[in-house]
């Protein structure tokens, strides 16, 4: 049999996370290889992961894709706790608040609350007596902080260091993704937004990196809906404050009155050891695009002609670093049941 290669377009959380999943279930006479316009090494406001906090906080509800995302992120949650162990990941577990001042009905539903929550360790729903002024409805459980730009580089190197490829390159179509290499019969297209798919769509966020640290993970919501959130980066990363979610936003640059209200909120708000309280420290504002898409996330396979596979995972939105375990193991599964994996163990 000739050699084959598989190519993973995308080098964010998504592609790399996929790329390192599959690479685990190659046969002899298959290789991996990504490709990708920006690499961990690049910045770009349209290469979302190295913008992201990045933290876990679950989203209650009873849709057919909440329960689906509260799965890929239960898969990734253990995944993580393994990860953690290697400190340069970049990863951390450690406790994670948070404060409604007006929770929608699905914060108030049992059942939702207990499948997307129901899995955290120390999860627990906060007393009235324990809420700060103003607040609802609050809970505290373990979760993990994600230094996210040291976290795609070390999962790029895991990928060279089993024998994969990555290059830079940016693809016209999907089509082109088949014609890299000699062989190439399935191609994964973790590309964020996908190729020209109408679905897609940005939600802008910015955040501001601070030095200060902070040994939490706080989230507050705001009776108008809004979110502030801190996010401490492991490895003496500093201290994401944020921040936006603004649907169809493509402004790049990062608003000072955007950033002086996520600062204000956070003197108010999370616990900066004393003497911090709004003398922060900022090392840079954070503009970065989520790569949206209605209805959710696409994790699909269509057959191509001529024996050809093309799977499609792309459109995480705000939750690429909760998703990327399961989603990566979806992807697995959808190639393996396409004949393009022949190993199925723990896939
Ligand atoms: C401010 C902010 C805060 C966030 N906080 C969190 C958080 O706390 N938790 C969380 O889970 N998520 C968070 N996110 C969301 C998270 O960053 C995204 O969901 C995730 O990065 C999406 O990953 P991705 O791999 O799908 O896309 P991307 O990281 O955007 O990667 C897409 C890849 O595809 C490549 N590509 C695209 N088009 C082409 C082409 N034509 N040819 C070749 N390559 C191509 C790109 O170069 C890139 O390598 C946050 C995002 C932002 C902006």
Request: glycine share 10%; with cysteine; hydrophobic share 35%.
């Amino acid at each position: 049999m000739s050699n084959e290669t598989i190519v993973v377009i995308g080098a964010g959380v998504i592609g790399l996370t996929t790329a390192l999943h599959i690479q685990q279930h190659l046969s002899k006479n298959q290789s991996l290889l990504v490709i990708a316009r920006d690499l961990p090494q690049h910045t770009s406001i349209d290469y979302a992961s190295p913008w992201a906090g990045a933290h876990y906080r679950p989203i209650p509800g009873t849709s057919a894709q909440l329960k689906k995302e509260a799965n890929q992120a239960r898969r990734t949650y253990e995944d993580f706790k393994t990860l953690a162990e290697d400190p340069e990941a970049g990863i951390k577990f450690i406790e994670g608040i948070e404060h409604l001042e007006a929770p929608p009905a699905d914060y108030l539903d049992t059942e939702a609350v207990k499948i997307a929550y129901g899995h955290l360790d120390n999860f627990r729903i906060l007393d009235k007596a324990e809420l700060p002024t103003g607040v609802k409805w609050g809970v505290k459980y373990k979760t993990y902080v994600v230094n996210s730009p040291v976290y795609c580089a070390y999962l790029l190197r895991k990928i060279i260091f089993n024998g994969g490829k990555a290059r830079e390159y940016t693809l016209k179509s999907l089509e082109e993704a088949f014609t890299l290499e000699h062989n190439v019969k399935t191609v994964v297209n973790c590309s964020g937004m996908g190729f020209g798919d109408s679905k897609s769509f940005v939600i802008r966020g910015q955040t501001c990196l601070v030095k200060n640290p902070c040994d939490l993970t706080l989230t507050r919501q705001k009776s108008d809906g809004s979110w502030s959130f801190c996010i401490p980066r492991p490895l003496n990363g500093g201290t994401v404050i944020g921040g936006t979610k603004q649907i169809n936003d493509w402004d790049p640059n990062p608003s000072m009155e955007t950033r002086n209200k996520v600062l204000d909120n956070a003197a108010k708000w999370f616990p900066f050891p004393s003497g911090s309280k709004r003398e922060f420290d900022v090392v840079r504002d954070i503009v970065g695009r989520r790569p949206a898409r209605d209805g959710g996330m696409r994790v699909e396979a269509e057959k191509m002609d001529g024996g050809r596979v093309l799977v499609h995972a792309y459109g995480a939105g705000g939750r690429g670093f909760e998703l990327s375990r399961g989603v990566a193991e979806d992807v697995g599964v959808l190639m393996f049941e396409n004949g393009v994996l022949r190993e199925s163990a723990s896939l």
